[in-house]
């Protein structure tokens, strides 16, 4: 019992040194997570299509007031009155931050 408590706790420090180890591109933000939410009509690098806008070239605020004003109703919408309902502040800004950041402008 006593010997193969080391091999266990070698065992141990491996798997959290791997877990630590792991690339970062294995971690999904929220605000990806968020974003999924917008792809199916945006598309996952925001461009859009057809009639539906393209969300990279749009600033953090041009896109956080929209969502703004499709929540309020202020802004007129097909759709993104619905969407923009469902999200926070704190969504809108990660959201916001997201799609403006995204390289395709
Ligand atoms: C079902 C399709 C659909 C989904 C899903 C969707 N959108 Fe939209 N979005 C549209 C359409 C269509 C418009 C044009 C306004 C309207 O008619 O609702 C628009 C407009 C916008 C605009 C205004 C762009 C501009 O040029 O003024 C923003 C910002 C926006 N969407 C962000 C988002 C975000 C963020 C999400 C995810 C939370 C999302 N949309 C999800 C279809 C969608």
Not at 24 to 43: M, N
């Amino acid at each position: 019992m006593l010997k193969k408590t080391p091999l266990i706790l070698l065992i141990g420090t491996l798997s959290a040194a791997y877990s630590l180890s792991c690339p970062a591109t294995t971690q999904v933000s929220q605000a990806e997570l968020l974003a999924v939410g917008c792809f199916s009509c945006h598309g996952h690098e925001g461009v859009g299509a057809k009639r539906i806008p393209k969300l990279s070239k749009l600033s953090k605020q041009d896109i956080s007031e929209s969502l703004y004003g499709f929540k309020s109703g202020e802004e007129r919408s097909t759709i993104m009155e619905r969407h923009a309902k469902a999200y926070t502040d704190k969504e809108i800004a990660l959201l916001a931050e997201y799609f403006a950041n995204l390289k395709n402008k």
